[in-house]
């Protein structure tokens, strides 16, 4: 095995060597005049596409020694995603995102990427069926801002070093807005209560004022 492609446990890298399935669903739901954000550039397998298809590009990646496999000539920032400023104008985001960080990947657009509405990523499957069928509230969060497809599997042979859980490529369309005085409450209710609310599964959530949250919060005790 090449060691060279092997990935560093610090960045949970696991390189995907096979671009097919990818590129396949990004002609389906990703129009051509969409400015495509891509976090973990990688080693390109799908970047050079991107650039070519997409009206406008940008990529993130943070480890420096890979480098030297990106030919898009400033289109590439090299930091932490986590750490972005955000708030460009990108309307949809690819990525094969790290396992161990895939959440915090998920809020972070949520939060610091407004304008981004359509995410194609590459999740594990697990993962991606707890989104969908939440058991605890941190789970519920990502279901709650993001309506979820799984769209298909990422055969295991199209990585290389073959992960040790099988991963699928997922459609997550943002259908509310990040509202951080709605999340505080919401992390306070227990997880039952949570599901069976129904302003939680209609409310469209803009930046609510003071009496717009007590009266929101009233009818919720309410019906809890």
């Not at 990688?42 to 997409?54: A, T, V």
């Not at 708030?87 to 981004?116: D, E, G, H, R, T």
């Not at 991606?128 to 709650?144: G, L």
């Not at 003071?210 to 009818?219: E, I, N």
Request: charged content about 30%; proline content about 4%.
């Amino acid at each position: 095995m090449d060691k060279k492609l092997i990935g560093k446990k610090i960045f949970s890298q696991v390189f995907l060597t096979d671009p097919t399935v990818v590129i396949k669903n990004c002609k389906t739901y990703l129009p051509k005049s969409n400015k495509i954000l891509e976090i973990g550039v990688g080693k390109s397998i799908f970047s050079n596409f991107l650039l070519d298809f997409y009206e406008d590009y940008l990529g993130y990646e943070i480890d420096l020694e890979l480098k030297k496999y990106h030919f898009l000539k400033g289109k590439v920032i090299y930091e932490d995603f986590l750490k972005s400023t955000g708030s460009l104008n990108f309307s949809a985001l690819v990525s094969n995102l790290p396992f161990k960080k895939s959440m915090q990947f998920l809020f972070c657009c949520l939060k610091k990427w407004p304008k981004i509405k359509r995410m194609l990523v590459i999740l594990q499957k697990d993962l991606v069926k707890t989104f969908i069928n939440p058991k605890e509230k941190n789970y519920y969060f990502i279901s709650y801002f993001y309506d979820i497809k799984i769209l298909e599997q990422i055969p295991a042979k199209a990585y290389n070093p073959i992960p040790n859980t099988e991963t699928v490529l997922v459609l997550l369309d943002k259908r509310r807005d990040y509202c951080q005085k709605v999340l505080d409450f919401l992390k306070k209710l227990k997880i039952k209560k949570m599901l069976k609310i129904e302003p939680f599964k209609t409310l469209r959530l803009p930046e609510l004022d003071k009496k717009q949250l007590q009266q929101l919060f009233s009818t919720i005790k309410r019906r809890s």
